[in-house]
């Protein structure tokens, strides 16, 4: 896939419109999504498959959009009702050379300002692509 924006050759999808629309109004002016997810976090894995069976336990459950541009990695909060994908507020920054992954298997785990979170598969392929266009390779 070609990138109109800058010309680059892309193996993977674009980021989801909505994640895009909904996170940049809590990013800086001007920046440019590049990729975006959604992950869940709880105090435990134990916790969070027993949300993700029955949704007895979704008040424990944070829910967080992650941004990637050309100048960082933003932390949203998300909305619960959403299931991640109307955030409310930046929670924080990484610097743009933070490796993300790798993931591997239906919910990867990976750990962002200090929280463990758990990112499903269908978004694998945005952390795979933000860590290519940070120079890490599989």
Request: aromatic share 10%; proline share 7%.
């Amino acid at each position: 896939m070609t990138d109109s924006s800058d010309g680059l050759e892309r193996d993977h999808p674009g980021p989801r419109k909505d994640l895009v629309e909904h996170s940049s109004p809590f990013l800086p002016p001007g920046s440019v999504i590049r990729q975006a997810f959604i992950y869940q976090s709880a105090p435990s894995f134990t916790l969070f498959v027993i949300t993700y069976l029955t949704g007895l336990t979704m008040f424990w459950i944070k829910y967080r959009c992650v941004a990637v541009t050309p100048d960082g990695i933003y932390v949203l909060e998300s909305s619960k009702l959403s299931g991640g994908a109307k955030p409310v507020r930046l929670i924080g920054s990484i610097p743009r050379n933070t490796r993300l992954g790798p993931v591997s298997g239906r919910w990867g785990q990976i750990t962002l300002l200090g929280e463990r979170a758990w990112v499903h598969k269908r978004f694998h392929d945005q952390i795979e692509a933000a860590d290519h266009e940070a120079g890490f390779l599989r």
